[in-house]
Nanobody, 119 residues
Framework: QVQLVESGGGLVQAGGSLRLSCVASGRTFSMGWFRQAPGKEREFVAAIGWSGDNTYYADSVKGRFTISRDNAKNTVYLQMSSLKPEDTAVYYC???????????????WGQGTQVTVSS
């Protein structure tokens, strides 16, 4: 069983930046981020493979968000820039086997961290 703990959420003005972090209690292969806005379904945001060479993004965040990882620290990061009010959501860290599977059905979830972007 792997536990995931997110941090770094908060309140930011539109156009600002935030960096989310997620620490895993054990080794993970693919890691990623999802988000859920009020009244909406949880959606995929970004994912990264073990080596860090392969990254994947939702169209809505391409060019604004960057996912990275530090395997020595079992940590994945999500650098969010040019934030928009529509980015407001609870952001969840996820981990799994392959990226393809993680994007659909992660094996592990974090508890979530709130990101609020004011206009």
């Amino acid at each position: 069983q792997v536990q995931l703990v997110e941090s770094g959420g908060g309140l930011v003005q539109a156009g600002g930046s935030l960096r989310l972090s997620c620490v895993a209690s054990g080794r993970t292969f693919s890691m990623g981020w999802f988000r859920q806005a009020p009244g909406k379904e949880r959606e995929f945001v970004a994912a990264i493979g073990w080596s860090g060479d392969n990254t994947y993004y939702a169209d809505s965040v391409k060019g604004r968000f960057t996912i990275s990882r530090d395997n020595a620290k079992n940590t994945v990061y999500l650098q969010m820039s040019s934030l928009k009010p529509e980015d407001t959501a609870v952001y969840y860290c996820a981990a799994g086997g392959s990226v393809a599977v993680l994007k659909i059905a992660p094996n592990y979830w974090g508890q979530g961290t709130q990101v609020t972007v004011s206009s």
